[in-house]
């Protein structure tokens, strides 16, 4: 059974950081693309970033240059440095993987979906 389980959100204060795990079991996604989206009460749940098996990166335009996607494939582990966390950052942050290497912004393409890490950023 695969699970993905997110850990490190919580509660923090504009212009601060955080950092997100996302942890892979009952299968090994260190060739398949993962990313993370987040959804904010009554909205959309939508993309922050995607990261493919070698470490590249995309990134949604409101987190460019402020978050970092990153992976250890050896521990089957994906990783978000949130920094810079402003208010409009507050959302249920949710990893997800696919079957294919290739990397995608649409939350459709994603098989495999995590709980989520509610995070929790104050004026």
């Known amino acids: 059974q695969v699970q993905l389980v997110e850990s490190g959100g919580g509660l923090v204060q504009a212009g601060g950081s955080l950092r997100l795990s996302c942890a892979a079991s009952?299968?090994?996604?260190?060739?398949?693309?993962m990313a993370w989206f987040r959804q904010a009460p009554g909205k959309e749940r939508e993309f922050v970033a995607a990261?493919?098996?070698?470490?590249?990166?995309l990134y949604a335009d409101s987190v460019e240059g402020r978050f970092t996607s990153s992976r250890d494939n050896a521990k089957n582990t994906m990783y978000l440095q949130m920094n810079s966390l402003n208010p409009e950052d507050t959302a249920l942050y949710y990893c997800?993987?696919?079957?294919?290497?290739?990397?995608?912004?649409?939350?459709?393409?994603?098989?495999?979906w995590g709980q989520g890490t509610q995070v929790t950023v104050s004026s």
């Open positions: 990261i493919v098996w070698s470490g590249g990166s």
């Open positions: 997800a993987a696919r079957s294919t290497v290739l990397p995608s912004s649409a939350r459709f393409d994603y098989e495999y």
């Open positions: 009952g299968r090994t996604f260190s060739n398949n693309a």
